[in-house]
């Protein structure tokens, strides 16, 4: 069943997490590839979508062009991929278009980034590097035209040649008989969460666009690495608490988001019946406690065995708890950590692959079940810690934000949860140009045959593999 818009009556959400096996304690294994649990590389970006511009993170100049400027009777092709435009184009959130891009990085092998405005193009030394008709300028092969069917989707024919012009920032730049084709905008994704559902991804986080206006928005996505966004209503995003993520949950009839607030000590959840339209909060636990402190932060939703299972983060965040709801809305209350910062820090005295663990955030939980009787619970998180780089007394990182994981077997009893640290953590630790780069916001999925890890370097979302 697809997901619909809110002007459906009810969109049915069906939980299917689908999984592949291990055999031996995973908390006591090497990582093994394919395990869901460990190692995860980075693979992509993740193309977010909005209204059919990229989502390009944070704005660096108030000049850079939103679109370029098309005739009013023009329209894209549609894409699903690169192979599948022609010429210069790219797939750009499902249509080919000339990409507008700032570094050569960003363009297709054998492109540069060139023109004003700057645009993705074949590189060349000279012109015999470029198909008939073609000028090499500035280093890239730029066709001559008859009329725009011989330019890019994204150029107009002026005097000949396939010309570029920047638009989005104000009217005045396109003429009559043109119009300004939006192919990116500025914003960023926090408090990001994914699962699976029914053959496709679902997303829900928070959109901040370049005024730091916010709105809780949900994404779908038929495939891994791209996300069409959409505005959620009746839910203020202003209301969240700033260093609280967030969870959702959903079944055959509702939605549900859980999310801490500003200022208040407990955990909320609001329900959708369409998954757009949120209008029914509720107070769903409160600290009971005392080493929760006097909040609850951070809540992670699972559905185990026919509960609903809360997982939370205490006050100063060197706890993390657990709450377990039956279907009639009882609550048992677990009355210790199911998993501390100490013992994160102990866990790695004998490996010493991750030290100086200062706190946790950003828990997210999964059900693991295999055909061999495998039946557990893993929660991944983010923690402040430095990571080994090599041998020596100096072989550790400077403390950064990295990706762990613990595990607990539904084998045991549950009245006494406490989940095991993977031994090999961190699962998720990234260097770039001799630095660690930051991961939060994880979120682990098995989708289309393999393991999918989400997660936010702090201003772009992207999606590791195991």
């Known amino acids: 069943m697809k997901f619909v818009k809110k002007q459906t009556q009810v969109a049915c959400f069906m939980v299917f997490i689908a999984n592949c096996g291990i055999s031996a304690d995973a908390s006591q294994q090497a990582p093994s590839l394919g395990s869901g649990i460990a190692p995860y590389e980075e693979s992509d970006r993740v193309e977010l979508c909005l209204e059919g511009a990229a989502l390009q993170g944070p704005v660096t ?50 492109s540069v980034c060139v023109g004003s405005p700057s645009r993705c193009a074949p590189r ?3 012109e015999s590097d470029c198909p008939a008709s073609h000028l090499c300028e500035q280093g890239a092969c730029i066709p001559s035209c008859g009329d725009e069917s011989d330019c890019a989707f994204g150029e107009l024919c002026l005097v000949g040649q396939c010309v570029a012009l920047g638009c989005g920032h104000g009217p005045g730049i396109c003429s009559s008989s043109e119009r300004c084709d939006l192919q990116r905008s500025f914003g960023t994704l926090s408090k990001a969460s994914v699962k699976e559902a029914n053959d496709q991804l679902l997303l829900y986080a928070v959109l901040s666009d370049a005024q730091q206006n916010t709105v809780l928005v949900r994404g779908i996505a038929m495939h891994a690495t791209r996300f069409d966004l959409e505005a959620t209503e009746g839910l203020d995003s202003q209301v969240f608490a700033s260093d609280s993520g967030l969870a959702f949950n959903f079944s055959d009839s509702q939605v549900e988001i859980y999310y801490a607030k500003a200022g208040e000590h407990a955990l909320f959840q609001n329900q959708s019946s369409d998954g757009l339209l949120f209008s029914e909060e509720q ?51 677990i009355e210790d950590p199911v998993l501390s ?51 020596g007394p100096d072989a550790f990182s400077q403390n950064n934000d990295s990706i762990g994981v613990a595990l607990w077997s539904l084998q045991n009893d549950v009245t006494g949860i406490q989940f095991t640290p993977f031994a090999y953590n961190p699962v998720l630790a990234r260097r770039g140009n001799l630095k660690e780069l930051p991961e939060l916001s994880p979120s682990v999925v098995y989708f289309q045959k393999q393991w999918l890890m989400y997660f936010s370097d702090g201003s772009i979302f992207r999606v590791a593999k195991n």
């Open 283 to 333: 107070i769903v636990l409160e600290p009971y406690t005392p080493w929760q402190g006097s909040r609850l932060l951070s809540p992670a939703v699972l559905r185990v065995n026919q509960e609903t299972w809360l997982f939370y983060l205490s006050e100063d965040k060197h706890y993390l708890g657990l709450a377990r709801f039956d279907n009639a809305g009882s609550v048992v209350r």
């Open 124 to 126: 060349c030394f000279d």
């Open 61 to 110: 100049s108030s000049d850079i062009p939103l679109g370029l400027c098309v005739l009013q009777s023009q329209r894209a092709q549609s894409c699903t991929e690169d192979t599948e435009c022609s010429g210069r184009e790219a797939c750009v959130c499902g249509r080919c278009v000339l990409e507008l891009c700032e570094f050569s990085s960003e363009c297709a092998q054998g």
């Open 341 to 391: 910062i100490e013992l994160l820090r102990q866990s790695q005295e004998t490996g010493q692959l991750w030290r100086e663990l200062s706190s946790m955030q950003d828990p997210y939980a999964v059900h693991f079940s295999n055909a061999f009787g495998r039946d557990e619970v893993r929660l991944f998180f983010s923690a402040q810690g430095g990571e080994r780089q090599g041998d």
